[in-house]
């Protein structure tokens, strides 16, 4: 089927949707994986990217919010709610205008990217700026939704799982059985909850492996974080919504959950950009930093889930990277600049 239909028409046979029943689409899934040679070269394995970034609003989280929003036009709702630390407000608020539902996103205040705030904002989203972190932002929108009729889009709501395996099938069909492990990065753990469903639904094993940041690792050590910090942005969550699942899916599949730190995270982030040609936001790179920090141990076959695009979050890039050369507008002057 053609890359413009949409995830629940590819997937309906395995998604809770009947024919007729609406669809909220904006050509989500398909996403590219690209084989990362110079990363393979290095752990020795064969590695590859999945490039959700290539989602319409530039991350993973579209797969969800198609079904999410879809559901929520289904029952009726007239307005969708989300706590986020950027890309699900970015996404709900894009499927919401799709939809022609209202759409409010509760944010951390200034703790979310650039691009995500200006992507909810042009969506027409209510941008609430919270004084708290992710962690009190979802525990106030679960309070809120209990009380007035608005549909909560963060992954609590199964639909966005339902959504987000899909990702694993794609991996299925493209790998021919799929990988023997999976490297992805881990905040509230609805997506790796979410591909190890898809895997299970498909018949396949893979482990699975979890990084978060070592600031905002409530997995590791087994304990929640209250105040969680990490220059991923994304994944600064200190009590994940999806615990229990995640651990039974990363320990059920003989995987873990483990740390990498900011500095880890960063070097990946520059790396994959500067080597690979692909760049992605910084808690996107905790999959790989993940891979090159603990390597591919028996696994020969790797995926590492590159969850959102880079341009979400310009500072972090500008912040990290080389300065620009200035150049007078002429011609000897612009020969050294770029030859010296
Ligand atoms: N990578 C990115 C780029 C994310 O935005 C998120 C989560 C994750 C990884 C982790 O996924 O939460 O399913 O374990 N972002 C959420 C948000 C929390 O609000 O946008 P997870």
Not at 199 to 210: D, H, I, Q, S, T
Request: hydrophobic share 45%; charged share 20%.
């Amino acid at each position: 089927m053609s890359r413009a239909a949409s995830l629940i028409d590819r997937y309906r046979d395995r998604l809770p949707f009947e024919p007729g029943d609406p669809v909220v689409s904006l050509g989500e899934g398909g996403t590219p994986l690209v084989p990362a040679l110079r990363l393979s070269e290095r752990v020795q394995a064969e590695v590859w990217l999945k490039l959700e970034g290539a989602n319409p609003t530039g991350s993973f989280k579209d797969r969800g919010m198609t079904c999410a929003v879809s559901a929520a036009v289904r029952e009726g709702a007239e307005a969708v709610i989300c706590a986020s630390t950027g890309n699900t407000a970015a996404s709900a608020s894009a499927y919401a205008a799709r939809a022609g539902l209202r759409g409010a996103v509760i944010v951390p205040e200034g703790k979310i990217a650039a691009g995500k705030l200006a992507q909810a904002l042009m969506h027409g989203a209510r941008v609430v700026a919270l004084r708290g972190n992710f962690d009190q932002a979802l525990d106030l929108v679960r309070a809120l939704v209990s009380a007035h009729p608005i549909a909560l889009v963060n992954s609590i709501n199964q639909f966005r799982l339902e959504g987000q395996k899909t990702a694993a099938f794609e991996l299925v069909e493209e790998l021919d059985g799929g990988p023997d492990a999976l490297f992805i990065p881990v905040g509230n753990a609805g997506n790796v909850t979410a591909y190890w469903k898809g895997f299970v639904e498909m018949g396949v094993r893979p482990r699975l492996f979890g990084f978060q940041a070592e600031g905002a690792a409530p997995l590791v050590i087994g304990a929640p974080v209250a105040e969680p910090e990490t220059v991923a942005s994304a994944i600064r969550i200190g009590n994940p919504a999806r615990w229990e699942e995640a651990m039974d899916a990363t320990t059920g599949s003989r995987g873990a959950v483990r740390a990498v730190s900011d500095q880890q995270i960063l070097e990946a982030y520059r790396l994959l950009a500067a080597t690979e040609g692909v760049f992605c936001e910084p808690a996107s790179a905790a999959s790989v930093a993940g891979l090159l920090a603990y390597g591919p141990g028996d696994c020969q076959r790797v995926v590492c889930v590159l969850t959102g695009h880079g341009l979400k979050d310009p500072q972090t890039a500008l912040e990290c990277s080389g300065a620009v050369v200035p150049c007078p507008a002429e011609l000897g002057a612009l020969e050294r600049a770029v030859l010296d």
